[in-house]
């Protein structure tokens, strides 16, 4: 077996121990940290399938994280106020039920992605990262000035969203929840990333002009991996949103985007496990640092310079050394 | 007479006021491996780019099987059956060899499917029939699982050859297959072509003079955008006009 297999293993393992250990000790607290930490790695697998297997840098991934959000904030405001979401052409009412929640996330996160995806990737190289940034950009400006749904102050929900069968108040059954939903989203990645489709978006990623002379259109392969990772991206939203009940426009925000790069750049480029690593170890520096001091920013800085000067590959390069990708 | 599988009608390309092509016509016919050659600058890839659809036509058709291709992209040639290899290796360079190849056959199946995207690419046993194959007829049989950035030169132009047989085309277009090969390697890829061009004729750009003059049915000598001469490799040898232009007195021995 892989040294890397052997270590994914390991991770998920740790993932899942650490708040069933904070369960005995009654440290709700830290079974929350602990979902926060797969929520971001599930937003940060997202868009390491456009970004580590397809080279794809977006700097506008908040667009997808916070339509995911507000997908959760819009269906369960109008829930908990008893109107409608639209009356015509037909009546759509609010919901509390997470599966609803998540599936219309995801659909309109790939929607989006899809529409971004198609003009932005007629770009490349930075004019791509400009322009992706640009569409997450428009969206917070939009929320922001959107009054019906709270406008800067965003949306609080009072009661977290139901799961059939399931106390979604409960931390340990939210984890739970959020946690099985990142272990769906490695197995279907890790298919994607072995099937032809994986193959060709690789080889696409390192010599575009080969794709092309077999006979392989670049352009849709990427939009498609996009479009996927914009879902995925999005399905995080929606988690995010209802672990902390409240929606605003921060979701959008460059930052946002910039923090879910941040996660993949720690963990390891391309690698499955690289932003799962990298968001527990956010949160775990996030943690222990913002203990010390407000700008514990500045600490995450220099963790994130010595990481790409040293470790270009990540934290999970650093411990298992080179090896051939998705063999 | 047989027709000809390529037919490039009177192209014409320019960039600025630099003629790359001025008024090209060449033809490819069946089984044969019809040479270009011609000073550096002379327009030999640029000819290729165009016939391959890297690069827009000012004026001018390209036919192939018997079918206008000249509005065509890159995408829509290479699945007609234009093969191209590239004069500087264009190999994806963090696969194994393995992988490469098997990229290449997955071209040649015709894309991808909305079934494959789920199913492991590198267990499918088409697509590793097909790399298998182009891996032993190249001899790289050994390499297959070592990384392509990890290759020496002339590997790499020994995969290049391969990926072009992954796609089986009906034309091979190769853009300098022996570039930086040394003697022995270039003798072995010579003998390599020579039986290729009963599989699917070849249009060879290529420096290596003793390797043209070996392999080629017919040769046509490009200089400055324009072929002065087309003909076997005695006639081109006898040619006055091509010995000025180009081979210089001594090499035309």
Redesign the interface.
């Known amino acids: 077996m892989h040294k890397e297999t052997i270590l994914n293993a390991c991770v998920l393992l740790g993932l899942l121990a650490v708040p069933l250990w904070a369960l005995q000790m009654d440290e709700p607290f830290i079974i929350t940290l602990a979902t926060k930490a797969v929520i971001f790695a599930i937003a940060g697998v997202g868009l390491n399938f456009a970004l580590g297997l397809g080279g794809l840098v977006s700097l506008g991934h908040a667009a997808f994280f916070g339509i995911g959000g507000y997908a959760m904030g819009i269906l369960a405001s109008h829930a908990q106020g008893y109107t409608p979401v639209i009356e015509w052409p037909l009546t759509i009412e609010g919901t509390n039920s997470m599966p609803i929640i998540w599936l219309v996330a995801i659909a309109f996160s790939a929607l989006f992605a899809f529409v971004i995806g198609a003009l932005s990737l007629r770009t490349s190289g930075v004019y791509f990262i400009m322009i992706t940034l640009a569409f997450g950009q428009m969206l917070y400006f939009f929320m922001i000035s959107w009054p019906t749904y709270g406008g800067e102050d965003g949306l609080v929900i009072y009661v977290r969203n139901g799961f059939p069968g399931l106390n979604t108040l409960d931390p340990i059954q939210f984890f739970g929840i959020c946690f099985t939903l990142l272990c769906l989203v490695l197995f279907i990645v890790s298919?994607?990333a072995?099937?032809?489709?994986?193959?060709?978006l690789?080889?696409a990623r390192?010599?575009e002009?080969?794709?092309?002379?077999?006979?392989?259109?670049p352009y849709r392969l990427y939009l498609i991996a996009f479009t996927i990772s914009g879902a995925i991206t999005g399905l995080s939203g929606a988690l995010f949103a209802d672990l902390n009940r409240f929606v605003s426009p921060t979701m959008f925000s460059w930052q946002t985007s910039g923090e879910i790069m941040v996660f993949i750049i720690l963990g390891g480029m391309g690698r499955l496990f690289g932003p799962v690593v990298g968001a527990a170890l956010f949160i775990l520096l996030e943690h222990l640092l913002g203990g010390l001091s407000e700008f514990w920013h500045i600490y995450l800085g220099a963790i994130l310079l010595g990481v790409v000067l040293f470790a270009r590959g990540g934290l999970i390069q650093l411990i298992v050394g080179r090896e051939?990708?998705h063999? | 007479m047989t027709d000809p599988i390529l037919d490039v009608r009177n192209i014409s390309k320019s960039f600025g006021a630099l003629k790359a092509s001025d008024n090209v016509s060449l033809t490819l016919l069946p089984g044969e491996i019809h040479a270009l050659i011609g000073p550096n600058g002379a327009g030999k890839s640029t000819l290729i780019k165009q016939v391959s659809g890297g690069l827009k036509i000012d004026a001018g058709e390209v036919w192939f099987d018997g079918a206008d291709v000249t509005g065509l992209s890159t995408v829509a040639r290479a699945r007609l059956g234009l093969g191209r290899t590239f004069q500087i290796s264009s190999l994806a360079m963090d696969y194994t060899v393995l992988q490469n190849l098997v990229l290449g056959a997955l071209g040649h199946q015709g894309g991808i499917g909305l079934a494959a995207y789920f199913r492991p690419v590198m267990k499918d046993p088409a697509l590793l029939a097909v790399a298998n194959g182009a891996l032993s007829q190249v001899g790289l049989e050994e390499f297959s699982n070592t990384r392509t950035s990890e290759l020496s030169h002339g590997q790499r132009r020994q995969l290049e050859v391969a990926m072009a047989l992954t796609l089986s085309p009906k034309v091979f277009l190769m853009d300098e297959p022996m570039a930086g090969l040394g003697t022995e390697g270039s003798h072995r890829l010579t003998g390599f072509l020579d039986e290729l061009r009963h599989k699917a004729p070849i249009l060879l750009v290529e420096h290596d003079m003793d390797a043209v003059f070996a392999l080629a049915d017919r040769i046509s000598v490009l200089v400055y955008g324009k072929i002065v001469a087309t003909g076997t490799a005695d006639e081109i040898r006898n040619d006055p006009v091509v010995r000025t232009a180009y081979l210089g007195e001594e090499d035309a021995t």
Do not use: M
């Open positions: 298919r994607l072995q099937s032809s489709f994986g193959l060709a690789g080889g390192q010599n002009e080969r794709t092309q002379a077999i006979g392989i259109v051939v990708a063999d």
